[in-house]
C-alpha cells in the first residue's frame, strides 16, 4: 500500500483543516487506517485511526471532540477533519495502514505510512 497525505498548511488558532490521504496498490478497503504526528524534537505519536470499513474510530485524548477521521474507500482515501485547532497541534501529519484495528496503535503497528504533511497553528 502507497499512501500520500496532503492538505497540510498554516492555520490561527480556532481554525479549521482537512487532511487527506490517498492510496495505491493493494486493496485498501482492507486495512486499518491511521493518523499520526511528529512535533520537532518530538516522538511521533498516535491521534486517530479508523476501522477498514470506517465503522467504528478511535481519537487521541488530546484531540478528541475536535477532530473527526473518516474515509471513502470508493475513492482510496480517508480524511482527518480538524476543527478547533491549537498551536500544540503544530507537526508533521502522517497516515499510516495495518491490516489490524487497534484503538491505540503504536507507531510500531502500523505497516505502511506515506509522507508527512505540514500542519502549523499560529496564536
Known amino acids: 500500500v502507497q499512501l500520500q497525505a496532503f492538505g497540510g498548511g498554516l492555520v490561527q488558532a480556532g481554525g479549521s483543516l482537512r487532511l487527506s490521504c490517498a492510496a495505491s496498490?493493494?486493496?485498501?478497503?482492507?486495512?486499518?487506517t491511521g493518523w499520526f504526528r511528529q512535533a520537532p524534537g518530538q516522538e511521533r505519536e498516535f491521534v486517530a485511526v479508523?476501522?477498514?470499513?470506517?465503522?467504528?474510530?478511535s481519537y487521541a485524548d488530546s484531540v478528541k471532540g475536535r477532530f473527526t477521521m473518516s474515509r471513502d474507500n470508493t475513492k482510496n482515501t480517508v480524511y482527518l477533519q480538524m476543527n478547533s485547532l491549537k498551536p500544540e497541534d503544530t507537526a508533521a501529519y502522517y497516515c499510516?495502514?495495518?491490516?489490524?484495528?487497534?484503538?491505540?496503535?503504536?507507531?510500531?503497528?502500523?505497516?505502511?505510512w506515506g509522507k508527512g504533511t505540514q500542519v502549523t497553528v499560529s496564536s
Open positions: 496498490g493493494r486493496a485498501f478497503s482492507n486495512y486499518a
Open positions: 499510516a495502514a495495518d491490516l489490524y484495528f487497534r484503538s491505540n496503535p503504536a507507531k510500531n503497528d502500523m505497516d505502511y
Open positions: 479508523t476501522t477498514w470499513s470506517g465503522d467504528m474510530s
